[in-house]
Structures are given as structure tokens and as C-alpha cells.
């Protein structure tokens, strides 16, 4: 089975930190993606990468900025942390146009 | 504009009751649609998808879904639910050209005893 593996399950960073979470991938996928969760807002994408070095934005990048330099790792970067990117964040990944996503179990964050 | 809507936010189902979670789609391509479920604190998992062909998915965990073009759905359907599917599921669509699914807000299921 495919593995998607978040570093972290919950941070606790301080408000105007700069903030890294990282993805890793173990099937080679090209695809991958940031999406944060929220109560009653359901998933919201921030970023995606087809390809090593690629970024697309997605609906809420504002805040927010990406990094792929190897396949298997897409990281998130809070540039300057604030309190209302509290949230979980879920990183996925995929082969192909007909595969379904493979999501890591999620980070989530506190901004203080 | 494309969207996915779960019109229920919060279902209870009593145990061994059949449970159908609704989803309506709003898409201007031939949409593939998924659906997934969330335990609480953990990530998504795929429960089923659909691409073309038959329009009944049979998914995991005693899952299946009915695509209905004429409707815009894709509703989740299981006989008989167990304390084990109280979770959160994600109705959520994408296309041919591989573009990033767009999820619904989720509908959280209770399972009674």
C-alpha cells in the first residue's frame, strides 16, 4: 500500500514563527497536494505539485507557500504563522487521473 | 462554478439500520467521483470510486454508490451499518484531465445502539 507520511500529528507554533510541515511519499507518485481542514468547511486546497519543482495554487494560498524538490517530499511553509491558519492540515498523493487520493493521517496546528 | 454538496451534515443511524449519505455534484466535465471517510483525528481513506462504466461501485467496508447523471449524484448506500461507520465521509469529484478534487463539507455519521 501506498504511504504517506505527515511528520508531525499536532504542533503548537507562536504567531509570526515561520512553520514547515512536511509530506513524504513512499510510491512514486507525481501528484501531490496540501489541503487544510476546518469545522463545517470541509477540505480546502491550498497548494499542488504534478512534478518535482512544480507548484500550482490552489483555492487559499494566500499565507502560504510550497517546496518540491525531491518527488517523494512536498512541504508547507507558514512564512509568518497567525492564529487563524490554525487548523489540520492533510498532505495527499496520487498516481494518475483515475487514482483516488492516499492522504497522510494530518497535522494539526496551533497557532498561539 | 464547480461544486460538491453533502446537503446533511449530521446523520444518526441506529445499528443494523440501512444508511444512504447523499451527495449532489456540480461539474461541467465527465466527473470521476470518490468517496471517502475520516475517523476521528486520522486522515481519509478511500472508501469507493467511479470513472465510467457501471453505474453501481461496489467499495470497501460493505460500501457501494449509484451514479445518477440525470440527478447529479452519487449517493453512498450501506444495509446494514455498524457502530465501526460512525466517522465523518467526504463525497468529492474530479476529472479526466487529472485536476485536484474538490470535496464536499462532509457529513458526520452517528451510529446508535
Known amino acids: 500500500d501506498v504511504k504517506v507520511t505527515q511528520s508531525s500529528r499536532y504542533l503548537v507554533k507562536r504567531t509570526g514563527e515561520k512553520v514547515f510541515l512536511e509530506c513524504v511519499q513512499d510510491m512514486d507518485h507525481e501528484n501531490m497536494f496540501w489541503y487544510r481542514q476546518d469545522p463545517g468547511l470541509g477540505l480546502r486546497l491550498i497548494y499542488f505539485s504534478y512534478d518535482v519543482k512544480m507548484k500550482e495554487k490552489g483555492d487559499i494560498p494566500e499565507g502560504y507557500s510550497v517546496s518540491r524538490e525531491k518527488k517523494e517530499r512536498f512541504s508547507l511553509i507558514l512564512e509568518s504563522a497567525s492564529t487563524n491558519q490554525t487548523s489540520m492540515y492533510l498532505c495527499?498523493?496520487?498516481?494518475?487521473?483515475?487514482?483516488?487520493?492516499?492522504f497522510g493521517s494530518g497535522t494539526r496546528l496551533t497557532v498561539v | 462554478a464547480q461544486s460538491v454538496t453533502q446537503p446533511d451534515i449530521h446523520i444518526t443511524v441506529s445499528e443494523g439500520a440501512s444508511l444512504e449519505l447523499r451527495c449532489n455534484y456540480s461539474y461541467g466535465a465527465t466527473p470521476y467521483l470518490f468517496w471517502y471517510v475520516q475517523s476521528p483525528g486520522q486522515g481519509l481513506q478511500l472508501l469507493l470510486k467511479?470513472?465510467?462504466?457501471?453505474?453501481l461501485v461496489q467499495g470497501i467496508k460493505g460500501f457501494e454508490a449509484e451514479f445518477k447523471r440525470s440527478q447529479s449524484s452519487f449517493n453512498l448506500r450501506k444495509p446494514s451499518v455498524h457502530w465501526s461507520d460512525a466517522a465523518e465521509y467526504f463525497c468529492?469529484?474530479?476529472?479526466?484531465?487529472?485536476?485536484?478534487?474538490?470535496f464536499g463539507k462532509g457529513t458526520t455519521l452517528s451510529v446508535s445502539s
Open positions: 495527499a498523493s496520487k498516481a494518475g487521473t483515475r487514482s483516488g487520493y492516499t
Open positions: 468529492a469529484v474530479g476529472d479526466q484531465a487529472g485536476t485536484a478534487l474538490i
Open positions: 467511479y470513472f465510467s462504466g457501471d453505474t
